[in-house]
């Protein structure tokens, strides 16, 4: 047990890996932090504490590098190793209250390219959809580049079929953005929720809650094993789609950057290195 300042108190009593988890996530979430960063950065300062014997009055350098480097080991992404590091710079620099900054940095990050699936294989896809309420998921998905859980927390006030165009509301990091709605699909659209309250989900379930992630996602999985496409594809993969084929239509990246809610240009740029027409339009030297 030891004593450190903290949070205006001049003593505060850190004897317990619990004591620090909870204070940690009350700090979380009265600054606002997504419930999925939360549950991240509580999972990985729970294990860092084990590691270091909750040995935290201040942060031990070599300490934390060991424990990064046993999530190396372990074949941890570095997206993941990251995630691990930043949770432990939070809980010293806003609960710690330690004036000394953990100058360790963050893993290069892996640059895989994103699984793009082309549009003739796209309209496979939907065409092997019989159900309506899992062929319109998947079409608007792709048709407005949702995230799985943008799809999911559609509501139908969210739709403005005047001028084409969907509200996302407070997606990641808790952004909300204007995105396209398709033109082809506004009839089925509109058949589709006809009768229904203003705030209700797009996509309920049979239960009448809104579909889970794992729902939908199993609804694209199972499309593409009917449809045949083998492919490393997700869900995720119909807003890679989206904005690729885009790009290959001729639309201004910075129009995709502001669809898809990105805050750098430099992450819609990453579409340009998989743009088949693009590519198939260079000729080789040879």
């Given at each position: 047990?030891?004593?450190?300042?903290?949070?205006?108190?001049?003593?505060?009593?850190f004897?317990?890996?619990?004591?620090?988890?909870?204070?940690?996530?009350?700090?979380?979430?009265?600054?606002?932090?997504s419930?999925?960063?939360?549950?991240?950065?509580?999972?990985?300062?729970?294990?860092?504490?084990?590691?270091?014997?909750?040995?935290?009055?201040?942060?031990d350098?070599?300490?934390?590098k060991?424990?990064?480097l046993?999530?190396?080991?372990?074949?941890?992404?570095?997206?993941t190793v990251?995630?691990?590091?930043?949770?432990?710079?939070?809980?010293?620099r806003?609960?710690?209250g330690?004036?000394?900054p953990v100058?360790?940095?963050?893993?290069?990050?892996?640059?895989?390219?994103?699984?793009?699936?082309?549009?003739?294989?796209?309209?496979?896809?939907?065409?092997?959809?019989?159900?309506?309420?899992?062929?319109?998921?998947?079409?608007?998905?792709?048709?407005?580049?949702?995230?799985?859980s943008?799809?999911?927390?559609?509501?139908?006030?969210?739709?403005?079929?005047?001028e084409?165009?969907?509200?996302?509301?407070e997606?990641?990091?808790?952004?909300?953005?204007?995105?396209?709605?398709p033109?082809?699909l506004?009839t089925d659209l509109?058949d589709?929720?006809?009768?229904?309250d203003?705030?209700?989900?797009?996509?309920?379930?049979?239960?009448?809650?809104?579909?889970?992630?794992?729902?939908?996602?199993?609804?694209?999985?199972?499309?593409?094993?009917?449809?045949?496409?083998?492919?490393?594809?997700?869900?995720?993969?119909?807003?890679?789609?989206?904005?690729?084929?885009?790009?290959?239509?001729?639309?201004?990246?910075?129009?995709?950057?502001?669809?898809?809610?990105?805050?750098?240009?430099?992450?819609?740029?990453?579409?340009?290195?998989?743009?088949?027409?693009?590519?198939q339009?260079?000729?080789s030297?040879l």
């Amino acid at each position: 047990m030891f004593k450190i300042p903290f949070r205006g108190l001049q003593i505060a009593k850190f004897d317990s890996i619990d004591f620090c988890v909870r204070e940690t996530e009350r700090e979380l979430k009265l600054r606002n932090y997504s419930p999925k960063t939360i549950k991240s950065y509580l999972l990985y300062l729970k294990d860092y504490l084990f590691f270091v014997k909750n040995n935290n009055k201040k942060p031990d350098i070599e300490a934390i590098k060991d424990f990064l480097l046993e999530k190396h080991d372990l074949k941890y992404s570095p997206q993941t190793v990251n995630l691990a590091l930043n949770s432990i710079k939070f809980f010293y620099r806003n609960i710690a209250g330690n004036p000394f900054p953990v100058r360790i940095k963050c893993s290069k990050r892996s640059m895989k390219l994103p699984v793009v699936i082309s549009k003739n294989n796209i309209l496979k896809l939907i065409d092997s959809i019989q159900n309506k309420r899992h062929r319109l998921l998947i079409s608007l998905s792709y048709g407005a580049g949702f995230r799985v859980s943008e799809a999911i927390k559609l509501k139908i006030k969210d739709l403005n079929f005047e001028e084409n165009i969907i509200y996302v509301r407070e997606s990641k990091g808790g952004k909300s953005r204007i995105t396209i709605l398709p033109e082809k699909l506004k009839t089925d659209l509109s058949d589709f929720i006809l009768g229904r309250d203003f705030n209700d989900y797009v996509f309920v379930s049979n239960r009448c809650g809104r579909l889970t992630t794992r729902t939908a996602q199993k609804i694209f999985s199972n499309a593409l094993l009917k449809t045949g496409v083998f492919c490393d594809a997700t869900f995720h993969s119909l807003r890679h789609s989206f904005a690729t084929h885009l790009l290959e239509n001729g639309t201004d990246i910075r129009y995709i950057q502001t669809l898809l809610g990105h805050q750098n240009i430099r992450t819609t740029q990453r579409y340009t290195q998989v743009s088949v027409s693009s590519i198939q339009n260079i000729k080789s030297p040879l």
